[in-house]
């Protein structure tokens, strides 16, 4: 938090009351409390300013924590960020933002790691699919007509249970997955 001398390094009070706050941009107006104290005047946005440091550390604890999803991350921070640029606050507001542009590089692991994980589920789930239609096929070209019934309902089942993969590749083996069971639903009628 701020100490007792962080307010008089980031702002000052004019004798009217008006509030001015230091930034690397230089000195610009937050407010005017023209009946209180100087002290009074700049004690109530410096504790503007202890409001906004207490939401970027809880802001940054959960995106350490991966509570956030980076997307969901990324918008937090572009939200805080301009509360944060445009605050009528006394305090080292730079600081907030530096801490804030300090996520970015954990956010950018957060996701190749989502990524690769996505990845790495995408294809279990391919090789499950592929395996269920290899055993549909051998299924469909076999003459067990009482056990391959019930063999093909559990794997529809276990299919709808999957996750889709990507369109195109999902597409392709629900066709050959959907045409062994017709041709075996034919050679069973037969």
């Known amino acids: ?6 307010p008089a390094e980031f702002g000052r009070v004019d004798a009217d009351g008006t509030v001015y706050v230091r930034t690397a941009d230089g000195e610009r107006s937050v407010g005017q409390i023209p009946d209180a104290t100087a002290e009074d005047a700049l004690a109530f ?16 604890s959960r995106v350490r924590s991966g509570a956030l999803s980076p997307e969901e991350a ?3 921070i572009r939200t805080v960020r301009t509360a944060v640029s445009s605050a009528n606050a006394v305090g080292d507001l730079a600081s907030l933002e530096a801490r804030l542009d300090a996520l970015a590089p954990l956010l950018d692991e957060q996701s190749a790691a989502r990524k690769a994980e996505r990845a790495k589920q995408q294809d279990v789930t391919k090789a499950a699919k592929e395996a269920m239609v290899a055993e549909a096929e051998t299924l469909a070209a076999g ?7 019930n063999r093909f309902r559990s794997l529809l089942d276990e299919w709808k249970a999957l996750p889709r993969i990507d369109r195109a590749t999902d597409d392709d083996l629900w066709h050959r997955f959907s045409t062994a069971r017709t041709t075996y639903t034919r050679r069973r009628k037969a």
């Open 1 to 6: 938090m701020t100490s007792s001398a962080g």
């Open 45 to 60: 946005y410096v504790r503007r300013f202890e409001a906004l440091e207490v939401e970027v550390g809880l802001l940054d």
């Open 143 to 149: 003459n067990d007509w009482r056990g391959g019934v």
């Open 74 to 76: 990324r918008q937090s």
